[in-house]
């Protein structure tokens, strides 16, 4: 991973402190550790759908999210993507720690999901302070152990359960987080079914399902939710408790 020029970076020691503060790792972390760590922090800020880095790319930089969210991602050769897991501000990427940490090449693709700040810190700095610094060897993989749990979990999940039940989940937890007036999901077909795991007709298919059932509206780029509970009715879901 190389971040290119065009991406908005400058050297905010303050901004760059407040955003490490966020990883317990830095933040239980004795001054001189701190200093060596803040010294080599550049902030990176880019828009929705930029590429951070790209599968068997070099990892140059490790990046630790302020605000935002990161995409972790694999694509076939058909060019279907496979989401692997999202990571927030505070959280970690383990296919981003790993490269950096063992001088590898990185295994999946990551691109800025919402407008995205963040500090980047050099690889071989990382490396040094890790080694340096056991608390954060033990954080690190304490974290990438969860990661790595909560994958296995995620593809139980989709080889394991109907795609009209993981549909309708997904859809009423994006309605639920939806901030407009009526609960809208603002994605495409394409970028739900990437999100489940499955092809963009099979997605398409149970909307247009729920459509003919009235329980949503299908607008480019947007669904609206018209009835909770035909949504449940028509997926088989239950009703709400």
Known sequence: MRIKQKYDIQKEGALAHSILMRYPFYENAPDEFRDKLNENARILRCDPGQILYGHKGRCDEVVLVGSG??????????G?????YTVSAGEVCPVNIQ???ANAGLVA????????EAVIIPAVSFRDWVQEYPEA????FESTF???VSLINRICEITTRKINHRLGEFMLWKFRESEHPRPVVIMTHEEIA?????AREVVSRRLQMLENANAVELRRGRILLLDENLLRQTLDLGNAS
């Not at 969210?69 to 058909?78: D, H």
């Not at 693709?109 to 995205?116: G, N």
């Open 69 to 78: 969210t990161m995409r972790i991602y694999v694509s076939g050769e058909s």
């Open 109 to 116: 693709y990551a691109t800025a999901q919402k407008a995205l």
């Open 137 to 140: 060897r033990q954080y690190l």
């Open 194 to 198: 990437t999100e489940l795991g499955t």
């Open 99 to 101: 490269a950096a940490c």
């Open 80 to 84: 279907r993507e496979f989401t692997l």
């Open 146 to 148: 969860d990661r790595f």
